[in-house]
T-cell receptor
Framework: AQRVTQPEKLLSVFKGAPVELKCNYSYSGSPELFWYVQYSRQRLQLLLRHISRESIKGFTADLNKGETSFHLKKPFAQEEDSAMYYCALSDQTGANNLFFGTGTRLTVIP | KAGVTQTPRYLIKTRGQQVTLSCSPISGHRSVSWYQQTPGQGLQFLFEYFSETQRNKGNFPGRFSGRQFSNSRSEMNVSTLELGDSALYLC??????????????FGPGTRLTVL
């Protein structure tokens, strides 16, 4: 069965410091991984997805199949990065069902 | 383009009642997915509709059902409400189905409270 684990419920970093939000998954097949973000009083929105190999707002995420991880990283945190971050997995059945982690609340301290 | 809209935004019901929630996708989007969000279980997939057909279903009891209309609008229904059904219900739309290549756009959610 698919499972996504985000071990940190809360994470605080100072502005300008590097940030890493951890995500581990379990899935027997070849998953696709996503990061979603929810800023205060806004809707849940896609931040980035592994298949696009993109960097959004300075964030990157590398899929490590050996460690079954998809950690989200940014070298220099900004105050506007404060938000709730969710890691999600798609099992590539062709359906739109995403399996979400429980989320990490990131606070960037000025 | 207008975003995904959900109505009503808030609902209070009592145990045993039933409830219907509505979701209007972004214009041109044909896939609608529903998720339940609770503090204990987080975000869980309920079901997905595409072209008026349920394409996939999560691990929820049969009390949870849905449908999609020809204009892609979707409704979900919960019958015989239980206290544990209290949650934020999120709807997401995408152009077509298949999470890998189609970004899902989420609505603001409907907050259901069961007393």
């Amino acid at each position: 069965a698919q499972r996504v684990t985000q071990p940190e419920k809360l994470l605080s970093v100072f502005k300008g410091a590097p940030v890493e939000l951890k995500c581990n998954y379990s899935y027997s097949g070849s998953p696709e991984l996503f990061w979603y973000v929810q800023y205060s009083r806004q809707r849940l929105q896609l931040l980035l997805r592994h298949i696009s190999r993109e960097s959004i707002k300075g964030f990157t995420a590398d899929l490590n199949k050996g460690e079954t991880s998809f950690h989200l990283k940014k070298p220099f945190a900004q105050e506007e990065d404060s938000a709730m971050y969710y890691c999600a997995l798609s099992d590539q059945t062709g359906a739109n069902n995403l399996f979400f982690g429980t989320g990490t609340r990131l606070t960037v301290i000025p | 383009k207008a975003g995904v809209t959900q109505t009503p935004r808030y609902l209070i019901k009592t145990r045993g009642q039933q409830v219907t929630l509505s979701c209007s996708p972004i214009s041109g989007h044909r896939s609608v997915s529903w998720y339940q969000q609770t503090p204990g279980q987080g975000l869980q997939f309920l079901f997905e509709y595409f072209s008026e057909t349920q394409r996939n279903k999560g691990n929820f009891p049969g009390r949870f059902s849905g449908r999609q209309f020809s204009n892609s609008r979707s409704e979900m229904n919960v019958s015989t409400l239980e206290l544990g059904d209290s949650a934020l219900y999120l709807c997401a739309s995408s152009l077509t189905w298949g999470a890998v290549y189609n970004e899902q756009f989420f609505g603001p959610g409907t907050r259901l409270t069961v007393l």
